[in-house]
């Protein structure tokens, strides 16, 4: 029989070891080199290491290094997440989510976000809140989803700082504060969050808990736009459009209405109509604004529904 010291030593360099490849997966993961933390992870993943079981999961999730199986992402985050990983339970409740590789669940969805969320993952805490904030899976309570975004926000992470920012804007949870409202949107804006950068251009620009400033609200608005936000898209060519905070630009206009109006922004579909229309910025096309407008009234919205009816009136009666 082995002295006990041997074998402590021996379990020691195996616990070692393990860490060891775990390291070597995730940074091989991270480099672009699938085929290799995959089978790092494979083996550590079949001797029951959380940490290589979600690596496993997450390699299925993006078919990366394996061809994307959802059902196995599924089953391989389980394992990891009845063995309380963190990462693996907001994982495995993100495809409850989403109904990816398993049928979806809502209820399942917010018992493992919250078994999550309470070892303090951020992204678990946010999506957690998101659910409560829309009454999926949960009564919908405005108040727990606030508390929810501000331990996540509270930890840095930025698109929680919109959503708590957003919930002091509208004074769902929290009580109405402007000021709250800007210094959360600020925080997410600083580090880039597209949906901060947005509505913090919208704050400026309507005047909410500061003084109208357009050329402060063109500037968040280009920061959003510029990672491909619709809205910001659209807002900034209403900027253009008007000349509120630019020189009155047409054409630049126009410009950015059609790059909201792919993406299916009612308001740009309806506002890129009206140019065409008048032959501002663009060739005055009428077949086409009536195209772009009916578009936007499709989709509810109530200013192009009008200006239909303005010009096709109903037909009367007989």
């Known amino acids: 029989m082995q002295p006990l010291s041997k074998l402590?030593?021996?379990a020691s360099g195996m616990l070692v070891a393990g860490v060891a490849h775990a390291g070597q997966a995730e940074r091989a993961y991270k480099r672009g080199d699938y085929a290799a933390a995959v089978l790092l992870w494979s083996v550590l993943a079949n001797t029951g290491d959380p940490k290589a079981e979600d690596g496993l999961g997450t390699a299925y999730f993006g078919g990366h290094g394996v061809t994307q199986d959802y059902v196995q992402a599924a089953a391989w985050y389980r394992k990891a997440a009845d063995q309380g990983d963190a990462q693996a339970e907001h994982n495995l409740a993100y495809l409850y989510d989403r109904g990816l590789g398993v049928?979806?669940?809502?209820?399942?969805a917010v018992i493992w976000y919250r078994k999550a969320a309470d070892q303090g993952l951020a992204d678990a805490q946010t999506n957690l809140g998101l659910l409560y904030r829309d009454g999926t899976g949960v009564p919908q309570d405005y108040r727990e989803a606030a508390t929810w975004f501000r331990e996540a926000a509270d930890q840095g992470t930025a698109v929680a700082q919109y959503f708590l920012g957003l919930a002091y804007l509208k004074g769902q949870g929290v009580a109405q504060d402007?000021?709250?409202?800007?210094?959360?949107?600020?925080?997410?804006?600083e580090q880039g969050n597209a949906l901060a950068e947005h509505d913090l251009g919208v704050v400026y620009a309507k005047g909410l808990g500061v003084t109208i400033d357009y050329a402060q609200a063109v500037s968040w608005f280009q920061?959003?736009?510029?990672?491909?936000n619709a809205g910001a898209e659209y807002d900034l060519g209403v900027s253009y459009y008007e000349?509120?905070?630019?020189?009155l630009d047409y054409v630049q206009a126009v410009s950015w209405f059609q790059k909201a109006a792919d993406q299916g922004?009612?308001?740009?579909?309806?506002?890129?109509?009206v140019a065409y229309f008048d032959g501002h910025?663009?060739?005055?096309?009428?077949?086409q604004?009536?195209?772009?407008?009916?578009?936007?009234?499709?989709q509810g919205d109530a200013t192009a529904k009008a200006y239909l009816i303005k010009l096709e009136p109903p037909a009367k009666k007989a």
Do not use: M
């Open 223 to 228: 920061k959003a736009a510029d990672q491909g």
């Open 243 to 247: 000349g509120l905070g630019v020189p």
């Open 103 to 108: 049928k979806q669940d809502y209820a399942e």
């Open 178 to 189: 402007y000021a709250e409202a800007i210094a959360w949107y600020r925080r997410g804006a």
């Open 265 to 273: 922004n009612a308001g740009a579909e309806y506002d890129l109509g």
């Open 289 to 298: 604004a009536l195209i772009l407008i009916r578009k936007a009234a499709d």
């Open 8 to 10: 402590l030593c021996f």
């Open 281 to 287: 910025g663009v060739k005055q096309d009428t077949a």
